[in-house]
């Protein structure tokens, strides 16, 4: 089965880099459409970012032009580059695969990682 493992959270303070690693074993990742979530004390878990299999890239509003979505097919990673980082940022971060672009959807997801920015 597909693993992801997520790594490279951590405390920060406001203004500050981080960059987010994923990395899938046990599939086809070059295949996959490939996210990144986030989930908020109390919130629900919301889409972050999205490399669709195609090529085409997704970011949701509050971190367009912030963060960075990107992959290396042949090390089998996505990568989250988020700069500029808010408190309003804080959350766990998930990676999740798609095998398909759609159909069935997102089915494998990592453990996260937390990611925590101080004011």
């Known amino acids: 089965q597909v693993q992801l493992v997520e790594s490279g959270g951590g405390l920060v303070q406001a203004g500050d880099s981080l960059r987010l690693s994923c990395v899938a074993s046990?599939?086809?990742?070059?295949?996959?459409?490939m996210g990144w979530f986030r989930q908020a004390p109390g919130e629900e878990r919301a889409i972050v970012a999205v490399f669709r299999r195609s090529g085409i890239r997704y970011y949701v509003d509050s971190v367009r032009g912030r963060f960075t979505i990107s992959r290396d097919n042949a090390k089998n990673t996505v990568y989250l580059q988020m700069n500029s980082l808010k408190p309003d940022d804080t959350a766990v971060y998930y990676c999740a695969a798609d095998p398909l672009d759609g159909s069935p959807g997102y089915i494998y997801w990592g453990q996260g990682t937390q990611v925590t920015v101080s004011s």
């Open positions: 046990g599939g086809t990742f070059s295949s996959y459409t």
